[in-house]
């Protein structure tokens, strides 16, 4: 069993000391993987465990993650893999975590498994995208990743990564997005952190870009030179064959390294005070630098001299003369410009690899397929973070944070809910705090927020030094936020409460960090150089720039994009993206700040279950049901706990079948404590059906649940493995058989029908308590499980009044022994004791009548006068125990003395107890006591009571114990009318001492024991007559086909059940489906809704197609993406287009077309033009059939119509369409000519009625990415609409 629970909403303590504890114990197994739920939490090891490779994901492909092994990041994979194939929407996966919790090493899992389990069908274009997108992880890490104090690898940046599938899962391309990079850490890395990996690759690479060759001479990389277990020099070459397979082109590569040299260069820049004029300006300490970075930049000298020297100042004079001023620089403000070039070349240059990565990654045009594209994103970004100093980068990254928890709870109670209402069930609203007010503080416009206010004083400031613009907007936020619950003034900045705690931030650079811009002049300066140029392509050029800042207030249209409003709108973005995919998520925690293996740091953990968000997703996964199945599944995996569904085939209905289990498991509890819980089922508060899932409120019922499953399995794994041993020793029973039955024929001995082709089962013990007593004894004698076991055998034995007649006795045999049992109502000990134990070596021969009878003599060897015992010399022996040696009781601990509590030896043990523990008297004639004496209860029952002698046993197996005694004993068997027994001399003896088989009586019954006759010292047993050779033969014969016909039977039970199964299948499947188009239905309807309240149009289109990323020069942007299209509505524009596109009817035909009764319900119709490519519609089918006559449409172009088809299809693939399309109208006689009239004179129109448009609102499909949105087509119409308004 696996330690602490798989599922931590099952947790009876879900507080973060129960989560964390939870963890822990797994931790400590090298269970690294957890779920709350559909939440995976990962615990980073901090060593590497074979839990991945092709053979672990080989475990989860095609599996539910119900059904998986274990929680695993591949079954997060398979879960979003399987989603999208099967239910046609994208998928994104969301990893969060603090810095060393592992995001990183699980986004680089989830792309090896997609690489793994999606299809390679496609050849080397397939694979060349698989390459891709695994080599472009190493690419990335090397100039988006840094050595922090926490990770060696840390991600610098947050990274959305969308891999694009077409409908047969093959990978076609992806798109990969990042978010915040740390910039910052390029001029001033962190105390013992490393900059970027690249800087320490080129280093020791031994390039020629750099003058020098160590990266401790450069001041940059100075904080943390090297780390252990890292070779920077083989990491470049990675690096660079990395760029080589994701196709980075040489041109790039060369810039890159370049850029990375120069940025060294450029930090080595040394300025020192010079005066200029008035003012105190700088100047280069060292041109040597200086030139190097010119000359790898391909920059004007002279131009960045002056850029870095001074800056320009321009003013509004009055009557709106602009003037510009030239301001030296200190060397203080020298080297914060000389910070923001390198920020910005380095960031530039990282933008750049990405794009690389996207147009390697960007799918060809291939034909059908590609119109059909779907994706699972990866998100990996920053985690919560608090530090002893929280700044600028700390509040963004805490913003998305806050953002991406919202969407989180948002979606999770979303997904709780909808289920319960799908699932018709009763159900409470989940109550949960929602961070909508922290974002609002942070993000808002009215009232200002936090990141507005500071844009607004940077703006209002711009011209003034940092620190005083901080302060202003520390004055400023504290006003405005003044009675805020969540935000508090501090004597260095302010306090967000943020969902995951308290944060401090420190207002000390929040301007400088914001206003993440270069100036004018030093921009103008980059973008002169040719190399740079594919950099900076799409930013303002520097004359705009000038226009923006002399028009000052008047151009609105093109704002300043600070740090902050970029975060803000990558952000909203981001949300817009994720919203339109279906989530999961996976929560990383770093198990001890010492990177120690398997090692939890309990304080450390348990903050990290805090801010994660962990205890509030239990408590909104517990605020409902903690359980839920489906009923198809609950069947399958509890249905062991009803007679009705097991073992016995259910051929009901899956709920039937549930509800008859939940009966009985209900049941169960008032007469087993242990499992006291099941009683909530019979609560229908407690439990509830649904439509489709069976809900369990209480986590303890379902370990209940489990609890009872397991004993039921339990005892079901005892009957298999009985079974297992009674086929086993069948094949081998019957070669004994055979063996015996050669050698009765040998003697003549005639056959009792029974035993004609009887099947050997080794167990024949009917009595579950005679098979426990018989098991205590075993376990006592240290054997093993028996081979032959019957509570039906009878013992030959001799009365007290001289009688003699068969007693009933439990016969076993092991590999060591021969036991023979007797049940003892009256005994309180033990009700079922051993009379004798016969050791298999002692045993000399067995001997068997040549009748038709069951009898079998069992002679052994041993002492047969056993001298009475002397307990004075089993003392002095050392034997027994010493009176004086024990001064109380070990059971009771009662003292013993001269006047206090009696003793007494157990004459089995030898050792000293109290009378009360002693009651019991028993003979043990192997130890000299003939007569009943006392002995311990513990042991009562447990030493064998009859003396060593010669036994007659009588029982309808006896051939089945003879052939595994001439086995286990190789002893003689012989066959005679007359057996002389050697009795003991004990007088205990009971057996008799001569028995002679009488002759065969056809009156005797077979299964009775055989009579008997008592001639003095002489016992006559008679036995029934037998059948013959010919009889019994015939007798296996019909067994033979008895055999054969009971095969057959169930063979057709087998088909039977087989075709049942493929049925119940069926129909799971198409409820499945069912509930699929439902759940589409539902968010289409809901995409509709957002899209009306925003006052826009959603446009449906073609079936997921993405567009080329030759548009706008090679850049594919958000609004390319595949998210749903929405048309902003243009009441007058739309009115003008339907005035100017409606053309007059042509006059009837003299005899209609008629239209296919599958069409004429059909209200719009989308369609594609075959030469433009465009999305034309939503038109009549009047009008599609004049376009399809005119040529603008074919069976080859697109075509939607809600009602007809469920998503975009070719004309030619819609057959009824195709027909109607393709056939002629009747001919019809011209029509006669129009009288002419003057046009009417112009009406005035109301603005309502001119904002009125003549043609239907167009419907959503139902199936597509994100809900099925052809971004290309849709934006094309859109652009259509708006020329033609």
């Known amino acids: 069993a696996r330690p602490g629970l798989d599922d931590m909403t099952l947790l009876r303590d879900p507080k973060p000391a129960g989560i964390r504890e939870n963890l822990k114990e797994r931790l400590k197994e090298k269970c690294i993987y957890s779920y709350i739920g559909q939440v995976l939490v990962a615990v ?22 119900l059904d998986a092994p274990l929680p695993h990041v591949y079954a997060v994979a398979e879960s979003a893999f399987r989603a999208m194939s099967d239910e046609e929407e994208s998928q994104c996966v969301i990893i969060s975590g603090e810095s060393g919790a592992g995001k990183t090493e699980a986004s680089k899992q989830i792309q090896n498994y997609l690489a793994m389990c999606s299809s390679s069908k496609g050849g080397a274009e397939v694979e060349r995208v698989k390459t891709v ?26 990274k959305y990564f969308e891999l694009l599938f077409d409908r047969f899962g093959t990978p076609r391309g992806g798109v990969v997005t990042n978010y915040l990079l740390e910039k910052s850490r390029t001029v001033k890395p962190g105390r013992g952190e490393r900059n970027f990996h690249a800087f320490y690759q080129l280093a020791a690479s031994g390039t020629k870009l750099l003058r020098r060759s160590k990266a401790a001479d450069y001041e940059m990389l100075a904080t943390c030179v090297s780390v252990d277990g890292v070779d920077d020099a083989e990491a470049f070459r990675e690096t660079e064959q990395a760029m080589k397979d994701v196709g980075v082109s040489k041109g790039t590569q060369d810039a890159a390294f370049s850029v990375v040299a120069a940025c060294l260069a450029l930090g080595s820049f040394k300025f020192r005070p010079k005066q200029v004029g008035d003012a105190e300006g700088n100047e280069l300490v060292d041109d040597s630098s200086f030139a190097q970075a010119t000359q790898l930049l391909g920059l004007n000298a002279t131009s960045l001299r002056t850029a870095l020297a001074s800056r320009r100042l321009e003013t509004t004079a009055p009557g709106g003369k602009t003037e510009r001023y030239e301001v030296p620089l200190n060397p203080t403000q020298a080297c914060l410009a000389r910070d923001a070039l390198i920020k910005s070349l380095y960031s530039k240059l990282f933008d750049a690899l990405v794009e690389s990565v996207n147009d390697a990654l960007d799918p060809p045009t291939i034909g059908e397929d590609d119109e059909e594209l779907l994706s699972i994103s990866v998100l990996d970004i920053y985690g919560f973070e608090i530090f002893d100093k929280n700044g600028f980068e700390q509040l963004s990254i805490n913003f998305v944070n806050e953002k991406l928890q919202q969407i989180f709870i948002a979606l999770t109670l979303k997904a709780e809910q909808e289920e319960y209402v799908s699932e018709q069930i009763q159900w409470k609203e989940v109550k949960y705090f929602n961070n909508k007010i922290v974002c609002e503080l942070i993000e808002d416009r009215k009232p200002p927020g936090v990141l507005p206010i500071l ?76 190399d740079l140029q594919r950099f900076y ?134 007469t087993d404590s242990v499992v006291k819980d099941l009683a909530a089922l019979g609560d229908a508060a407690e439990t509830q059906f649904g439509r489709t899932k069976l809900f369990v409120k209480k986590p303890e019922v379902y370990f209940a649940l489990e ?185 009771t601990g009662k003292k013993f003395g001269v006047t206090a509590a009696r003793r007494h030896h157990c004459r089995v043990s030898g050792k000293i107890y109290h009378a009360d523990v002693t009651e019991t008297l028993q003979a043990h004639p192997d130890a000299g006591w003939h007569a009943p ?69 056809s009156a005797a019954s077979e299964a009775a024991a055989p009579s008997v006759t008592v001639e003095g010292q002489r016992v006559t047993l008679d036995a029934p007559r037998g059948v013959d050779d010919a009889a019994a033969r015939a007798k296996r014969e019909r067994a033979e086909e008895r055999r054969a016909l009971r095969e057959a039977r169930r063979a057709e039970e087998r088909e039977r059940r087989k075709q049942r199964d493929a049925q119940r299948d069926a129909q799971r499947r198409e409820e499945r489906r069912r509930l699929l188009r439902e759940k589409k239905a539902r968010k289409a309807a809901e995409r509709e809704e957002r899209a009306r309240a925003a006052g826009a149009t959603y446009v449906p289109a073609a079936h ?13 942007t958000r609004a390319q993406q595949p998210t749903a299209t929405y048309a902003a509505t243009n009441p007058r524009a739309a009115g003008s287009a339907a005035l100017t596109q409606k053309q007059p009817p042509p006059p009837p035909p ?76 009747p001919k019809k006689p011209p029509p006669p000519p129009a009288k002419k009239q003057p046009p009417p004179p112009p009406a005035k129109t109301t603005p309502s009625s001119s904002t009125t448009s003549t043609r239907p609102q167009p419907r959503p499909t139902v199936s597509g990415v994100g809900g099925g949105a052809n971004s290309e087509l849709a934006a094309k119409l859109a652009k259509r609409r708006a020329a033609a308004g």
């Open 44 to 65: 980073n090891p901090f060593t590497w465990l074979d839990l991945y490779g092709e053979a672990a994901a080989k475990r989860f492909m095609h599996v539910s993650r």
């Open 133 to 158: 997108f695994l080599e472009s992880n190493p690419l990335l890490e090397a100039f988006g990743n840094a050595k922090t104090l926490r990770n060696n690898n840390s991600s610098r940046f947050g």
């Open 455 to 530: 844009d607004d004083i940077c703006k209002q400031m711009h011209s003034r030094p940092g620190r005083d613009i901080d302060a202003k907007f520390l004055d400023t936020a504290a006003s405005c936020h003044a009675s805020h619950p969540h935000f508090r003034r501090t004597k260095t900045g302010f306090t967000v409460v943020h969902y995951a705690g308290d944060v401090e931030y420190a207002v000390d650079g929040f301007a400088e960090s914001n206003r993440d811009e270069l100036r004018p002049d030093l921009l103008e300066v980059l973008v002169e150089s040719p």
């Open 537 to 670: 392509d799409s930013e303002t050029n520097v004359d705009d720039a000038s226009a923006a800042a002399a028009q000052g207030k008047k151009n609105k249209r093109a704002p300043i994009m600070t740090a902050g409003r970029k975060i803000r709108e990558q952000c909203s973005a981001l949300v817009a993206a994720l919203m339109v995919c279906e989530p999961h998520y996976v929560r990383c925690i770093k198990s001890n700040e010492d990177k120690k293996p398997l090692t939890c740091d309990d304080a450390r953990v348990e903050h990290q279950c805090k801010y994660l968000g962990l205890p509030e997703n239990v408590r909104v996964r517990r605020a409902g049901f903690a359980y839920r199945t489906e009923y198809h599944r609950f069947l399958e995996r509890f249905k062991t706990l009803s007679a009705k569904t097991y073992p016995a085939e259910w051929t009901g209905t899956d709920e039937a079948g549930a509800r008859h289990i939940v009966k009985a498991a209900a049941a169960l509890a008032s």
């Open 707 to 891: 609890k009872a499953r397991e004993r039921k399995l339990a005892s079901y794994a005892s009957t298999i493995a009985r079974a297992w041993r009674r086929t086993a020793d069948t094949k081998e029973a019957v070669q004994m058989a055979k063996d015996l039955s050669r050698r009765y024929q040998s003697f003549g001995k005639r056959r009792r029908a029974s035993s004609v082709d009887r099947p050997y089962l080794a167990d024949y013990v009917r009595d579950d308590a005679a098979r426990e007593g018989l098991r205590h004894v075993l376990r006592h004698y240290g054997d093993g499980r028996f081979l032959f076991a019957d509570d039906r055998v009878r013992a030959l034995r001799r009365n007290q009044s001289g009688g003699v007649s068969f007693v009933p006795r439990l016969a076993a045999l092991t590999g060591s022994a021969l036991y023979l049992l007797e049940k003892d109502a009256a005994c309180k000990q033990r009700k079922w004791q051993l009379r004798r134990r016969l050791e298999l070596k002692d045993v000399t021969s067995l001997t068997v009548s040549p009748n038709a009878d069951d009898v079998v003599v069992v002679k052994v060897r041993g002492e047969r006068n056993v001298p009475r015992a002397n307990k004075a010399g089993l003392i002095k022996a050392g034997t027994w125990q010493k009176n004086a040696d024990v001064a109380a009781c070990p059971v």
């Open 933 to 1001: 004496m006392r002995i311990f209860d513990a042991l009562v029952g447990l030493h064998s009571t009859e003396p060593l002698e010669d036994v007659v046993l009588s029982f309808e197996r006896r051939s089945e114990l003879v052939a595994l005694l001439l086995k286990h004993t190789k002893v003689q068997l012989t066959s005679s009318s007359h057996v002389s027994l050697d009795l003991s001399k004990s007088p205990l003896s009971s057996s008799p001492a001569e028995v002679e088989f009488g002759s065969s009586t």
């Open 1104 to 1116: 997921g197609r993405r567009p080329r990323r030759n548009q706008n020069n090679g850049k594919a």
């Open 1150 to 1225: 003299a005899k209609k077309l008629e239209v296919p009764a599958e069409l004429r319900d059909v209200e719009d119709f989308y369609w594609q033009h075959q030469r433009t490519q465009d999305q034309m519609g939503p038109s009549t089918l009047a009008e599609l059939k004049r376009a399809y006559e005119n040529g603008e449409t074919g069976d080859g172009c697109l075509v939607y119509a809600d009602g007809l088809t469920e998503e975009w299809k070719t004309i030619g693939a819609v057959p009824v369409l195709a027909t109607y399309l393709a056939a002629k109208e």
